[in-house]
């Protein structure tokens, strides 16, 4: 049986966006989707008239879009969040085609909120935003010039979703409780303080370890009840040190 679609479980979030229009233009082509729900993350500039004009339909969109200083916020009640990058990076994780990732995505609606993350016009977003979110996806296109206008990342990614929610099952087994964006920040904090009062974890020289521990958690998709195991192990360990 299909599912209804599960649409209105994903945010698209928009990260410290340059120019209001863009803002306009990705509401329309969410909309056009059956997308609603926008988050905009440090915009340099509110969405105005010139948002309003380019959202053309789609103003209710960019009405009820909330606004929130970082992207910690964004995500804290979100169980999945994909991070959009046309540019290879650093990371120890490869981006994967969003096409093929799509479908995770609307799976995942059945087992808590998802996010589509979207960095800002000229950089896109930065490694330490690519780290909070669980899974790095990108838009192929042609190599020669792969960077798309954020608001068409938006439509193309948009429409993926749509295709693969019309094919979406819904799955017979009892759906998970995943843990969401602030439970697993709380998770790797109170590790990372564990580690590093060990002396395992190098305070001068973090970066590398730390960023597999949060892939390593995102790979895992724990639940709720799991993270909440893995603090009270955490709080037993310390006790006997």
Not at 33 to 60: C, F, I, Q, S, T
Not at 100 to 128: C, K, R
Request: proline share 6%; charged share 20%.
């Amino acid at each position: 049986m299909k599912a209804k679609l599960p649409l209105s479980r994903i945010a698209v979030v928009l990260s410290r966006t340059s120019h209001p229009g863009n803002i306009g233009a990705a509401a329309r082509a969410m909309k056009t989707m059956g997308l609603r729900d926008l988050v905009l993350v440090a915009p340099r500039h509110a969405p105005g008239a010139e948002a309003v004009a380019l959202a053309a339909g789609a103003a209710d969109v960019l009405e009820q879009a909330r606004v929130l200083p970082t992207l910690a916020e964004a995500l804290a009640d979100r169980a999945l969040a994909f991070g959009f990058s046309a540019r290879g990076r650093d990371l120890s994780h490869p981006a994967r085609d969003w096409r093929a990732a799509a479908p995770e995505a609307i799976a995942a609606t059945g087992e808590g909120l998802v996010a589509l993350v979207f960095g800002n016009e000229t950089s896109g977003l930065s490694n330490d935003e690519l780290l909070s979110c669980q899974r790095l996806v990108s838009i192929p296109a042609d190599p020669g010039y792969p960077s798309l206008n954020l608001a068409a990342a938006v439509q193309v990614a948009c429409y993926e979703l749509s295709l693969a929610a019309s094919a979406f099952r819904v799955p017979q087994r009892a759906p998970r409780a995943l843990a969401t964006g602030a439970e697993l920040e709380r998770l790797h904090a109170r590790l990372r303080e564990a580690l590093l009062g060990s002396g395992y974890l190098d305070p001068a020289e973090p970066g590398r370890l730390d960023e597999r521990m949060r892939r390593l958690a995102a790979r895992l998709a724990l639940e709720t009840e799991e993270v909440a195991i893995l603090h009270g192990m955490i709080a037993s360990l310390a006790r006997r040190q």
